[in-house]
């Protein structure tokens, strides 16, 4: 049986074959979350803007997977309606990247009335969960224990969860896909991919077939577009874009 770093690394030309949404879900579920004892909780599509709550408690475009109750849903937004988003979704706002249910719980403080997602997942069996936010997408996954991923868990855990969003969006009718990030070219969006998995500028110029300063001028207008401080921020805000080619 594959591990999951070897699993994760042949999910996106599996997930490009399915057709359905649930089907894409199981796949991750099934192949990759369950190597380190998570299930698939499900994916949607988030206003991610704070002072636009409803749009984040509508929750268009939500694909749950079954391996939670559906009442958990029915619960989610009406609590979500009544008190306001939940400690999560600020988590995922702050561009934090990330993160467990137990680190939201650390990080976040009773008295902003946004701690009942802790309490509805306890009710529900959920002791612990993963949240990987990916622009206007969030992608959470759950756990019955406590759950301690290291770097590379969370790294193969964040590569999947890429390539599954993007098999969602190109699954979904254009009317209903979210609103896509400040637009690169080919080019500038070429130099963040090599750049992501850690070739050198030399490199990257060869590939191309062009110089070095070319590399580093759409490597610059890239960072400019994403309003990235730096490179390593750029190349993060295109992955959560689900950018990457």
């Known amino acids: 049986m594959p591990n999951l770093h070897s699993a994760a690394l042949a999910f996106p030309s599996k997930v490009a074959q399915l057709l359905r949404p649930v089907e894409v879900l199981d796949q991750l579920h099934k192949n990759v979350a369950a190597r380190c004892d998570l299930k698939v909780l499900g994916a949607w599509r988030l206003a991610f803007d704070p002072q636009d709550w409803q749009g ?55 008295s902003n009335g946004d701690h009942w997602i802790f309490d509805l997942a306890t009710k529900y069996g959920m002791r612990d969960g993963f949240y990987v936010p990916l622009g206007a997408w969030m992608v959470v996954y759950w756990s019955s224990h406590v759950v301690r991923l290291d770097q590379p868990t969370r790294a193969s855990l964040e590569f999947a969860t890429i390539h599954a969003v993007r098999r969602l969006v190109q699954l979904m009718p254009r009317r209903r896909r979210a609103d896509r990030p400040p637009s690169l070219t080919a080019r500038e969006l070429r130099v963040l991919s090599a750049l992501s998995r850690g070739q050198a500028v030399a490199e990257i110029a060869t590939e191309l077939n062009i110089t070095q300063p070319t590399v580093r001028t759409f490597a610059r207008r890239a960072k400019s577009k994403l309003g990235a401080k730096t490179l390593t921020q750029a190349v993060a805000s295109a992955l959560r874009y689900v950018l990457m080619r």
């Open 56 to 110: 984040y408690v509508l929750g268009k475009n939500v694909f749950a997977h079954p391996s939670v109750a559906e009442d958990f849903w029915l619960e989610y937004f009406a609590q979500a309606h009544m008190h306001g988003p939940s400690a999560t979704a600020r988590m995922a706002w702050q561009n934090v990247g990330s993160f467990t249910l137990t680190e939201a719980m650390r990080a976040s403080k009773a």
